[in-house]
């Protein structure tokens, strides 16, 4: 768990930079509303979710 945590973080990261420097950092907002920090903590879940099921969905055919 920690190899997907750590590649999870680390995805989240570089794909954030890459997007925030292709936008110029216009996006940045410093201030989050209530509904905006829920909003962005089920969007994280969810990836963190997919990325999960993803590496450990790699390993079933070796199991076997």
Do not use: E, P
């Not at 990261?13 to 920090?37: C, E, P």
Request: hydrophobic share 60%; net charge positive.
């Amino acid at each position: 768990m920690a190899r997907i945590s750590v590649v999870t973080i680390t995805y989240t990261i570089l794909l954030a930079l890459l997007f925030l420097l292709s936008k110029g950092w216009n996006i940045v907002l410093f201030h989050l509303s209530r509904d905006q920090a829920t909003n962005l903590t089920m969007i994280m879940a969810i990836v963190y979710l997919c990325y999960s099921a993803f590496f450990l969905s790699t390993d079933f055919a070796q199991i076997s």
